[in-house]
């Protein structure tokens, strides 16, 4: 059932004054927020249309902030690696020039150069475990795992959680050293007189098996100049080994040489020549004394020619066996690679009587694996993935900037192979052969440190690692413009312009305060006051 209220006159009037004071009360208390907050509202709903439009402006306000931090780490991130990896270039080119400078005086360089290249490559390991904020920087998309094992670790070897010992590079490089030198130090080749006083003769290793993969082959037949010393050559098959001779029946003039080449399981060779003379030291390895008899020279020949063997074993050979362990050292990784399972260096296999036979992948039980970071390959080419890929961050809406980095860059790799060539393969003593040994490490080791600065070249990954540092800045100066736009943007629809409200306060307050004194005087009328 529907009540109608009763009318009373004059109470629609009563009523809309009411409603009247109100509205101004609350134009007031709402005017009163806005000064002292400085906002429109406190709710979106006050903004009235304006209330999408500021929406939207606080959601892109917050992505340009998550931006912001995310290109303030990125920056501090790149800029510690651009750091690292120059310093990773400065020491290979530092090396480098060292070595080459060294030629000038090598007995006294040799050995600072070794202590030198040691302690540069301890150096370049342990910059390539660097971090910021807790997280490595060269371990490509891992950044938890410390991407190299420790300097003494790979040097030296450890064992592992399981007992197991795990040789480091010091053992590779003696290993394969020893096992291309063979039992007479002279790249695994046999010396024998063929007359004991008129002809020497030269055999390859016998092992065939080993022959071809360790050691001295002979390239060919030895050349000579004069008529007095004689020269026979066999060459070797896959199941007899080749053979020189050298004979003498009358004695050589000064200056009469014998040439040869010895090749070496890479393809590469080196030349021994021994010139007749006077006189010569009794350790040379280029010169034999003219003795009193063919014999007497003959025996000369052949002490200088088991010099020369010996000599180019311990130069050439060793030093090439070292830079090679050392560069397929380096090649290592715990994990990754082209079948997912991490990539294997080289060891070298045995038959049962302990002759070097080849070589067999390397295992995690016996080997030390270098780096541990992640190592991604390309399953359609079988090679790495870029690098600066691994690691991105988004600085804006559809643009992100790759900053990751890895310690096994093939550069990088590089750069510590050629310092480990130079701390294990710089002679150790000062005679006949010292020259020669810090010559071909100067040439080995010289031309893997190359790649600090030659391109390809570490240096080409710290410009990559700018250029990324680069768009970082300049994505966040961009960032930074636009958010003071829409900032602006904003401000205009949510704050307040304090002299336009402290205006209509003012103008609100005075209309208030005359209803309420007319009201007042209105509710003092009687018929009374009305007639006087």
Do not use: C
């Not at 929406?55 to 303030?72: D, F, K, P, V």
């Amino acid at each position: 059932m529907t009540t109608i209220t009763p009318f009373a006159a004059g109470s629609y009037l009563t009523t809309r004054n009411a409603s009247q004071l109100q509205a101004l009360k609350g134009q007031l208390n709402d005017l009163t927020n806005q000064l002292s907050s400085g906002q429109v509202s406190q709710t979106y709903g006050g903004l009235g249309s304006g209330r999408s439009t500021a929406l939207s402006a606080q959601a892109t306000l917050s992505a340009l902030t998550g931006y912001a931090a995310g290109i303030t780490a990125a920056q501090t991130r790149t800029n510690l690696a651009v750091t690292s990896l120059t310093q990773v270039a400065t020491l290979g080119t530092s090396t480098g020039t060292m070595l080459q400078n060294g030629l000038q005086s090598v007995a006294a360089n040799s050995v600072s150069g070794r202590s030198t290249a040691l302690a540069n490559l301890q150096t370049a390991l342990d910059t390539l475990n660097e971090s910021a904020a807790g997280n490595y920087l060269f371990g490509g998309s891992n950044t938890t795992t410390q991407p190299v094992v420790d300097s003494s670790k790979i040097l030296d070897g450890t064992t592992d959680a399981s007992g197991n010992k795990l040789d480091g590079l010091s053992t590779l490089i003696s290993q394969r050293v020893t096992a291309e030198l063979g039992a007479g130090g002279n790249g695994r080749l046999t010396q024998t007189p063929a007359n004991p006083t008129t002809s020497v003769q030269i055999t390859e290793e016998t092992n065939d098996a080993t022959r071809g993969k360790f050691g001295f082959t002979l390239a060919g037949a030895p050349t000579t100049t004069g008529t007095a010393i004689g020269a026979t050559y066999a060459a070797g098959t896959a199941t007899s080994p080749g053979n020189f001779t050298l004979s003498m029946t009358t004695q050589p003039s000064a200056g009469d040489t014998v040439s040869f080449a010895l090749k070496m399981a890479d393809g590469t060779s080196t030349t021994i020549t021994l010139t007749a003379a006077t006189s010569a030291d009794p350790k040379s390895i280029t010169n034999f004394a003219i003795g009193s008899s063919p014999a007497q020279t003959m025996a000369n020949l052949s002490t200088t020619l088991s010099n020369a063997l010996t000599g180019a074993a311990n130069s050439t050979l060793a030093v090439n066996a070292t830079a090679a362990t050392a560069s397929n050292f380096f090649s290592g990784a715990a994990n990754g690679g082209p079948s997912g399972t991490g990539v294997m260096p080289q060891r070298i296999a045995y038959d049962g009587n302990k002759n070097p036979i080849g070589y067999t992948p390397a295992t995690a039980q016996n080997t030390v694996l270098w780096y541990q970071g992640e190592n991604s390959y390309d399953p359609a080419t079988g090679k790495p993935t870029p690098a600066i890929d691994t690691q991105s961050v988004q600085v804006s809406a559809t643009g992100s900037v790759g900053t990751g980095a890895r310690a096994n860059d093939p550069t990088v790799q590089n750069v510590l192979a050629g310092l480990a060539t130079m701390a294990f393969g710089l002679p150790t003593t000062n005679d006949a052969n010292t020259y020669n040994t810090y010559q071909t490490v100067a040439t080995k080791a010289g031309n893997l440190l190359s790649s600090a600065n030659q391109t390809p070249s570490v240096q080409d990954t710290v410009t990559q690692l700018t250029i990324a540092s680069t768009r970082l800045s300049n994505a966040g100066t961009t960032n930074k413009a636009l958010q003071n736009t829409v900032q602006n943007t904003l401000d205009g629809i949510e704050q307040i312009s304090p002299e336009e409200v402290i205006t209509k306060l003012l103008d609100v307050q005075n209309r208030l305060q005359a209803s309420y004194q007319v009201t007042a005087t209105l509710s003092k009328l009687s018929l009374v006051n009305y007639i006087s």
